[in-house]
């Protein structure tokens, strides 16, 4: 149900953040979207709906704002709100494949989209094949060898941060007959915008930067044009993974904070980054903001900074590693990122243990850290006596 942008596209990202889909309530003023805690709605007689509503799996007006605001961040013409970033996705691969049809995945993808495919998709009868992205060679081989219906990727990559050409992703897949979906979880739009890229489709968790606070789980879709939006809202209502009012607004209030947290967020990372990269308990740290890392020059190319994740590899290996996240006391022992509070885990034991025994599996001796909108040197300090 949400609206197309058009002319808000004119606005800075700020300005869309706070006022997309969000005018002040027409029959109070109130300037904050209210939550339209209802199931249902009065029809005006049988099939008379008052602006569309009927039933809330199938719209809410809270959720139409939330829609609303994320179209116009990506710069997309339609968005949809789900319950989880995994509900998004699931709900995206069986709008678009069918038994038979092939997805090329990132050789480090998030793990939970990992197991979708392999777990879940691959019983429906969707193949994949995951090949490093950044190895647009490799990656050329396997789209002609396989025709994949879709190119699925994610910029940086989670937990390795690896960055990949999105621009040139997108010529590959278009010239291929493939849609280019990207996952711009770790980015969020006001560093990305992977649309303006040449993508097809944008994914989120917005339960990390969007939300940014710790107290939302959601997901969404952004088309950059309406050719499968209808199939999407059908697929949505059918299977009804949508996200409640409540969810919608917290998120919504979320971002209208985005920009300011993730400059902190930015900032704070390649303080944290740079301090590592000196440390001896340390073999190498993983942050796209480092003159040395493989893809900074093409993140330079299109973000706008370099995100609040870092991920490090220890010297001294796995154990050291699992040591390490549970000695430190600012950074909270815990899965999931993008909050204000800085997260520490242990990949290979938690939010990818789902890859092990797998291409996809990640290194035993890395740890990765959600660096949140503290003092920095407060983080700094903690770190230090975590890796002493």
């Known amino acids: 149900m949400s609206s197309t942008p058009g002319h808000e596209q004119d606005l800075g990202f700020e300005t869309l953040a706070i006022h997309a889909g969000q005018e002040p309530d027409p029959l109070t003023g109130a ?28 719209a809410n007006p809270t959720r139409t704002a939330l829609e609303t605001c994320l179209a116009a961040l990506e710069h997309g013409a339609r968005a949809f709100a789900f319950a989880s970033g995994m509900a998004a996705e699931d709900c995206l691969i069986r709008t678009l494949c069918r038994p038979g049809d092939h997805v090329l995945i990132p050789g480090d993808a998030y793990g939970g989209t990992f197991r979708l495919f392999d777990k879940v998709m691959r019983n429906w009868g ?23 219906r879709l190119i699925w990727t994610e910029t940086p990559t989670n937990p390795l941060l690896s960055v990949v050409d999105i621009r040139a992703l997108a010529a590959l897949a278009h010239d291929n007959g493939a849609l280019l979906v990207v996952d711009n979880t770790f980015a969020s739009p006001y560093l990305q915008r992977p ?18 606070h710790s107290d939302v789980v959601g997901g969404a879709l952004v088309l950059k044009d309406l050719a499968h939006a209808d199939e999407v809202a059908f697929n949505q209502n059918a299977t009804g993974g949508v996200a409640g009012p409540f969810d919608a607004w917290l998120t919504l209030r979320g971002v209208k904070t985005l920009a300011v947290r993730m400059d902190r967020h930015c900032a704070n990372a390649a303080h944290v980054a740079l301090a590592l990269q000196g440390h001896p308990a340390v073999a190498s740290v993983l942050y796209p903001g480092l003159p040395g890392h493989p893809g900074h020059d093409i993140a330079k190319s299109q973000m706008r900074d370099f995100g609040g994740m870092v991920s490090f590899r220890l010297a001294a290996g796995e154990e050291k590693a699992v040591e390490v996240c549970a000695r430190t006391t600012l950074f909270t022992l815990g899965e999931s990122l993008g909050g204000v509070e800085s997260l520490i885990e242990h990949p ?16 035993s001796d890395l740890v990765r850290l959600s660096v949140g909108i503290e003092d920095p040197e407060d983080l700094l300090a903690d770190l230090a006596r975590a890796l002493s």
């Open 126 to 148: 969707v193949e994949h094949e995951s090949v490093l992205q950044t190895d647009l060679s490799a990656v050329a081989r396997s789209v002609a060898a396989r025709r994949p």
């Open 31 to 58: 300037v904050v979207t209210p939550i339209y805690q209802t199931s249902t709605y009065k029809q005006d007689g049988i099939g008379g709906t008052r602006g569309g509503y009927e039933y809330s799996r199938t």
């Open 348 to 363: 290979a034991r938690m939010t990818h243990a789902s890859a092990a025994g797998s291409p996809l599996e990640v290194p």
């Open 195 to 212: 649309l303006d890229l040449g993508a097809d489709i944008v994914i989120h968790s917005t339960t990390k930067y969007l939300g940014g």
